[in-house]
């Protein structure tokens, strides 16, 4: 029963989200371009779909991986199970919490690979690129870069070092990538940073962040609990750069002992 | 119609490889490492069931409905050759998918709280709500001009490269005088914006303009909105953070 409620509750809060974006498209289709739609049939049934698949999917993560997922966040950070680990009571040092490091990795990890709209744009970046970029290969990029962004993320917590240091070194290195990655990745990796965060991985690594700031001595959650998206952001662009520059690199030298067997 | 099931089929099962991952690792740390059990087996289960028949609905539906419907209006818009009406509906798709995302909302309620706490503004309902209230708005409005600079960076081929570098240069600039407590919610920020809707559909748009349009290269010129998207929210509830 009350699978059901949340079912339709949610199918309304999908459908609220959906309304002005079908408002915006619908209202220009008819004012500006004031051309019919083409298959106006199928769109509407894709549009359909699309609203069924994130209902169910969202009352999925609800019933099933959330309240789960929430509860291992809260119980690895509190300090009961790190003490206990160590079996010695006493100042904490930060690779004490190393199984919180381990889950921030495996979750950010898994949680990106299931997250939809990084699955979209694998589909287009695979389409345009006429097969060049595998849909997985760019997904498990991506995924390794959020895995190790939300793990260094925890560490960051944990020592309490300001989350702008981090962020410019980052941004260094993004660009420094930028200029010897091979150009037709850029865009993509660029936009690879913004598509990791949603559905799925925001609500599981927000209750990591947060537990970890509320338990760790001198932090506030507030203040502190903020920075995991952040770092999930900025990571996957430099790993799918990396990505591309050594599949370039391995390309480079097949090429290399062809030539040099042939010879 | 036995092909069009069997397909189904297989579509479910690559979304049931999707998801074993999280599976295995929310298995793997309540067995052996919180060594707990895993009660209630059967929500879980069909918890899973929902969710793979989720993603499959989403996949299906994002090829037919959201992709088509993206680069049917960008190439309407490009034959049309209004710039004006191009650039508008940019900024409406970008600042209309925002003002409503729910994670938004979360997130400029936590950061009035935030702010309220460090003293920034007074610790009243109202306030609270206003300072929260201007964020969303601060944070579509700059969605909405992210998405009409990447369409302008289409039409007009300028190089993203530079554009997302001078972008890095401003957040750090920005940064050093932002008050200390927002600089984590403008981080994240730029990471939240983005919903499942609003991807396939600004990805769609970009990548329909670049092959409309001669000259350009749907792989070069067609990616990079997003980008636009997590990067500009960033600078500008920075702003909001000095002025207010």
């Known amino acids: 029963m009350e699978m059901i409620e949340l079912l339709i509750e949610l199918f309304i809060d999908t459908t609220l989200d959906v309304l002005p974006i079908a408002a915006i498209i619908f209202g220009f289709q008819f004012l500006v371009i004031r051309k019919p739609i083409k298959n106006v049939k199928r769109v509407m049934i894709g549009m359909l779909y699309v609203l069924i698949g994130i209902t169910l999917f969202l009352v999925g993560l609800e019933q099933a991986l959330f309240p789960l997922g929430r509860l291992m966040a809260e119980q690895l950070t509190d300090p009961a199970f790190i003490v206990g680990a160590q079996k010695v009571a006493g100042e904490l040092r930060w690779f004490d919490y190393y199984w919180v490091y381990i889950f921030a990795f495996a979750i950010g990890m898994s949680t990106t690979i299931a997250e939809p709209s990084l699955i979209a744009v694998a589909i287009k970046a695979n389409e345009v690129s006429a097969g060049a970029i595998g849909t997985w290969g760019l997904r498990m990029a991506v995924a390794l870069g959020v895995a190790i962004g939300i793990a260094l993320g925890t560490y960051r917590i944990v020592t309490g070092t300001p989350l702008h240091y981090y962020i410019i070194a980052g941004y260094i290195v993004v660009v420094i990538q930028t200029f010897f990655a091979p150009r037709m990745i850029v865009p993509l990796a660029y936009d690879s940073g913004g598509v990791t965060t949603s559905t799925v991985t ?62 | 119609m036995k092909s069009a099931l069997f397909a189904f089929m297989r579509s479910m099962l690559s979304s049931l490889r999707d998801l074993a991952p999280i599976i295995l690792v929310i298995g793997f740390f309540q ?17 899973i069931v929902f969710v793979v028949m989720g993603l499959t609905f989403f996949i299906y539906g994002l090829e037919m409905g959201l992709f088509p419907i993206g680069e049917d209006m960008a190439h309407a818009f490009a034959r049309k050759g209004s710039v004006f009406w191009l650039l508008l509906f940019a900024f409406a798709l970008g600042f209309g998918t925002t003002v409503a995302e729910p994670a938004l909302i979360a997130v400029s309620d936590e950061a009035a709280e935030v702010a309220a706490d460090a003293g920034h503004i007074a610790t009243t309902e109202e306030a609270m709500e206003s300072y929260a209230t201007g964020l969303r708005f601060t944070v579509a409005l700059s969605v909405g001009c992210a998405i009409v600079l990447g369409v302008l960076r289409i039409l007009m081929n300028w190089s993203i490269q530079y554009m997302i570098m001078g972008g890095y240069v401003i957040v750090i600039i920005v940064t050093s005088f932002a008050p200390k407590t927002i600089i984590g919610i403008a981080y994240d920020s730029g990471g939240v914006t983005t919903s499942t809707i609003t991807v396939p559909l600004v990805t769609a748009l970009g990548i329909g303009l670049a092959s409309s349009i001669k ?27 000095i002025i207010f």
């Open chain 1, 202 to 263: 925001v609500p599981l690594v927000a209750a990591l962040g947060l537990g970890l700031a509320e338990t760790v001595p001198g932090r506030s959650a507030l203040i502190d609990g903020f920075g995991l998206i952040a770092f999930a952001s900025l990571f996957p662009m430099i790993s799918v750069m990396a990505y591309a520059q050594f599949s370039e690199f391995r390309a480079a030298r097949q090429h290399k002992r062809e030539r040099q067997e042939k010879d």
């Open chain 2, 31 to 47: 067995l052996l490492v919180l060594q707990q059990p895993i009660d209630n087996i059967f929500s879980l289960l069909t918890g």
């Open chain 2, 215 to 241: 000259g350009r290269n749907p792989m070069l010129d067609g990616f990079g909105l997003i980008a636009f998207a997590s990067l500009l929210p960033i600078i500008f509830v920075l702003l909001y953070g």
